[in-house]
Every structure is written in structure tokens, then in C-alpha cells.
């Protein structure tokens, strides 16, 4: 149901030996919504995403939800002479068979859901960067999640190829799941989003695009060229 909470945190703290990457974070999400995780470089924010699904353990807080989390991970994280191809990649995202969750949408579907219908027999190496994002983005839509993760979807991409993507998210909350979204980039593609948290370790601010924005215009600009435009 829209407007519940289906996953939050309470004083979330994560180190790297003494390092604190995210530190004191309390986060909602609302079921059926697109949050925009914002922040620079070596924020925390991948480390947050890891901890919400569950890769790593928290040094202190707590993470409170009893749903399906899925992730995408960064187009870097993954290794693309693999010799498979773009329709085998986004087979591997099959849900378990302990996941009763059902879906009818094959692999060659949600390749072409993402724009990429045509390009399903050729082996990861042969892609272009956008490309490779468009298969991680079918690859995690195959887990059928109730809650989404996606680190960075929308780096190194072109504008046209990024509003291509963003629509797919926004169907895929229209359809019930929760996205959660990470990006370095603070720009007037935020505006499409629901909720935007701007986190830099601790969380800077959060709220409607429009909240953020005027909290931000506050703030000692800490996030580069794109902190404040």
C-alpha cells in the first residue's frame, strides 16, 4: 500500500577501520516511491545501499524491513569479458526458487523494456557503457523485489538514454515496488523523483526535490559544481 513504510533505519553507523562512511543515518521509504540517493563521491552511499541489502553488517543501528531487497551494483563492479550474453546476464537475475513471486516477463522482455530488445545475443564485451547499464537495470527488474537498490544507474550515460531509464523506474513504482536510486550527479533530473536524500557520510537533507533544494541553498556547499545548481 502506498504511503507505508516498508523499510527503515534508525542511527545507522558503518566503519572502515576508524573511518565512520555512513554515520547516524535514519532513512524511510514509502512503498510505491522513487527516492534519489545524492551525494559526492566517497559519500557512503554505496556502503548504505550494501548495508540495506544485507551484503554487509552494520557497526551500529538498525535496519527494520520485512521486504524483498534487490540491488543493482555499479556498472564497475562488474566483470564484462565474462563470455556470456546480454540475455544470459539478465537471466541470472531470476529469482530463487524459494521466491514464490512469479513474474511473466522473460529476459528478452525486459531487454527490450530498457531499450536493448535488439541487442539481446551479443556477449557483454561488445556493449557500450550505457548499453551495460540498460542490461543491469533488466538484470535487477528480473529479481522481482519489493524494494529496489540501484547504485548509479544513470553515470556515464547520455540524457536521452537516462530519461529512458528513469521512465522504467517510474513504472516500476506505478506497479507497487520501491526504488531507491544512488547518483553523484545533482541536476534537474531530480525533479522526477519523489523524495531526494542528500547524504554526504550523515544525512544532509531530505524531503521533495523542491525541500531539498531550498534546504540546500542553506548549507556550506559540499558537494562540488553540483551542490547547489
Known amino acids: ?12 553507523c558503518f566503519s ?8 547516524d543515518v535514519n532513512l524511510k521509504l514509502q512503498a510505491g516511491t522513487l527516492t534519489a540517493l545524492v551525494g559526492p563521491n566517497g559519500a557512503g ?10 551484503r554487509l553488517k552494520p557497526s551500529r543501528g ?13 556498472r564497475a563492479a562488474i566483470d564484462w569479458s565474462f563470455p556470456i550474453t546480454a540475455e544470459e546476464m539478465v537471466r541470472l537475475g531470476t529469482p530463487s526458487k524459494r521466491n514464490t513471486t512469479t513474474t511473466n ?20 564485451s561488445q556493449l557500450s557503457g550505457g548499453q551495460q547499464q540498460r542490461v543491469l537495470l533488466a538484470r535487477a527488474l528480473m529479481q522481482q523485489s519489493d524494494i529496489l537498490l540501484l547504485d548509479e544507474p544513470c ?14 523506474m517510474r513504472e516500476q513504482t506505478d506497479a507497487g515496488q520501491t526504488l531507491l536510486v544512488s547518483s553523484h550527479d545533482w541536476g534537474s533530473a531530480l525533479d522526477d523523483y519523489d523524495q531526494v536524500v542528500v547524504m554526504d557520510g550523515q544525512i544532509l537533507a531530505n524531503g521533495s526535490p523542491k525541500t531539498v533544494r531550498d534546504k ?6 559540499m558537494m562540488g559544481s553540483h551542490c547547489c545548481g
Do not use: F, W
Open 1 to 12: 500500500m502506498r504511503n507505508s513504510c516498508v523499510l527503515s533505519t534508525s542511527e545507522l
Open 16 to 23: 572502515y577501520g576508524g573511518r565512520k562512511a555512513v554515520d
Open 45 to 54: 552511499k554505496s556502503t548504505l545501499l550494501h548495508l540495506l541489502e544485507g
Open 62 to 74: 538498525s535496519i527494520n524491513s520485512g521486504k524483498r531487497i534487490g540491488l543493482m551494483p555499479q
Open 105 to 124: 516477463q522473460q529476459p528478452e522482455q525486459l531487454l527490450e523494456r530498457v531499450g536493448m530488445g535488439a541487442m539481446g545475443g551479443r556477449r557483454l
Open 155 to 168: 553515470s556515464a550515460i547520455d540524457p536521452p538514454t537516462r530519461d529512458h531509464l528513469l521512465r522504467v
Open 216 to 221: 540546500l541553498s542553506d548549507l556550506t556547499c
